[in-house]
């Protein structure tokens, strides 16, 4: 029975785990990899993996810590969205009824799709 009891200092650890990540969640200056997810449509693996490649703006406390994502980057970053490549994040062009695309990008479809 005593092997389930949580000695009191890693409570108060757990604890202020809890607390640190409610204020980030309420955070009118940081977003939440969540909140971004759900705002592109992605999957939260995905914006991890472009996080991870600088494509979203944003820093790393440590290597394999949490991101800090401040919102005005984010939003600053979203707007000039409208002119990066849908599939790697460069800039591009944007296409009719098709999104945007870059050159590297189009030219692996076309190269995609002459071999099929």
């Known amino acids: 029975m005593s092997d389930l009891v949580v000695p009191p200092q890693e409570t108060k650890t757990i604890a202020d785990k809890q607390r640190r990540r409610s204020r980030l969640k309420r955070s009118p200056v940081l977003i939440s990899v969540a909140e971004i997810a759900v ?3 992605m999957s939260k693996a995905r914006i991890y993996r472009l996080l991870s490649a600088g494509i979203i703006p944003a820093i790393q406390e440590r290597q394999g810590g949490h991101w800090i ?11 000039e969205r409208d002119s990066l490549c849908d599939f790697c994040g460069q800039p591009g062009a944007r296409l009719p009824n098709a ?6 990008c189009r030219m692996a479809f076309k190269i995609a799709n002459s071999a099929s």
Do not use: D, K, M, P
């Open 99 to 104: 999104g945007v695309i870059c050159s590297a």
């Open 69 to 79: 994502i401040r919102r005005a980057a984010f939003e600053a970053w979203l707007g």
């Open 39 to 41: 705002r592109l449509g």
